[in-house]
């Protein structure tokens, strides 16, 4: 043990130095903000990043890379989860519909079958997009897949 490591017991002092209530408290006067300047007012916040002044960060740091403004995000469901919606509803006719009552998809997703785990039964599904994968799979069970259109430049995500 040494000295310069002693500390009171955890809980056995307060933290009650209260700013800005006269000379006498030590903190009076300035309330230990300083003279002058943004940081001394009341008011004062910065903004996230703020280097006074200097160039922020997130400024220096180049940018790269590129963001197509074009791109289409598509719901990818995969025909496993086709397979379990099929065993719960008994349907064979999958649409966009369907899957949005049952969770699979939002109301302005753009789903996109994909062609991971089995499909049992005959199925006849309605989607933006399949995988070639997925579309001779469900073929081979001896459904059909229908393709349904929609304005690519109105669809923004």
Do not use: C, W
């Not at 719901?75 to 379990?84: A, C, E, M, R, V």
């Amino acid at each position: 043990m040494k000295l310069s490591t002693i500390k009171p017991a955890k809980g056995a002092t307060k933290n009650n130095y209260r700013r800005g209530r006269g000379q006498g408290s030590g903190g009076g006067g300035t309330a230990t903000r300083g003279h002058k300047g943004a940081k001394s007012r009341s008011g004062y916040s910065s903004k996230r990043g703020f280097e006074g002044g200097q160039m922020p960060l997130q400024r220096r740091i180049p940018k790269f890379g590129f963001k197509n403004i074009n791109r289409l995000n598509y719901n990818g469901i995969n025909l496993d989860s086709i397979q379990k919606l099929v065993d719960k509803t008994k349907a064979t006719e999958i649409t966009t519909d369907l899957l949005i009552q049952n969770g699979l998809a939002g109301k302005t997703d753009l789903v996109k079958i994909l062609g991971r785990g089995e499909l049992k039964s005959k199925v006849n599904i309605h989607a933006h997009a399949f995988t070639a994968n997925a579309k001779k799979v469900i073929e081979e069970k001896g459904g059909s897949t229908t393709e349904i259109k929609y304005n690519k430049k109105s669809t923004t995500k």
